[in-house]
């Protein structure tokens, strides 16, 4: 099957201009990608199994591979609609539960639950009515709680270097902290997002 995912990172110890030219570009993102992809499986190796062999697309206008020093405006829009993507994700999950409830004709969803004697009475209700989905709401919460989980880690952000401002920032999670959003729009250069294809 597979999942993706993008990906906030750093360019680690490259310089913008290691990115011109295609050759150069290639083997630099290609170099980041399979560092990226193992310090993944260490790091979530109870979510990651392994990377599929897949290579981002290098088109200049790439929804799979968006580098800092070339689209900073994109690479900003990307990172300020970040955490609330995230956010209006979870809502909507919720909101589809809600409406369930409402269809069965309760007023809280714990009074909903209560009613089911059988656990998987519940679930089994509300995952024959899509859009509601006990197991989507369950992976929107997580990423909600800044937990990565197979299925619907769409997004992490694994950044390891030092700010503009001296800090060392060790950000490995789903919600992008502030201090880290805050040097991405203004130094996108050093950034890139990359999707990877796991299972």
């Not at 290691?18 to 170099?31: I, P, T």
């Not at 980041?32 to 897949?54: D, H, M, Q, R, V």
Request: hydrophobic letters at 35%.
């Amino acid at each position: 099957m597979g999942c993706s995912m993008k990906i906030l990172t750093g360019i680690g110890t490259y310089e913008p201009e290691d990115f011109k030219g295609e050759n150069n570009r290639k083997d630099a993102v290609a170099d980041l990608k399979e560092a990226l992809e193992s310090e993944l499986l260490s790091e979530y190796s109870g979510e990651i199994e392994y990377f599929k062999e897949y290579f981002p697309d290098l088109e200049v206008d790439s929804q799979e591979l968006i580098l800092g020093c070339e689209r900073p405006d994109e690479l900003r829009a990307v990172v300020k609609a970040w955490n609330a993507d995230i956010r209006e994700n979870c809502v909507r999950e919720l909101e589809n539960i809600e409406a369930e409830m409402r269809r069965h004709g309760y007023d809280s969803l714990s009074k909903m639950i209560r009613n089911y004697r059988k656990m998987d009475q519940f679930g089994e209700m509300v995952d024959l009515r899509y859009p509601a989905s006990v197991y989507n709401l369950r992976k929107a919460l997580d990423a909600f709680d800044n937990h990565f989980s197979y299925g619907d880690g769409r997004k992490l952000v694994h950044v390891d270097h030092t700010l503009s401002d001296g800090q060392y920032c060790n950000a490995h999670c789903v919600l992008i902290p502030e201090e880290l959003e805050k040097d991405v729009l203004e130094h996108p250069e050093s950034y890139l997002l990359i999707e990877l294809v796991y299972d």
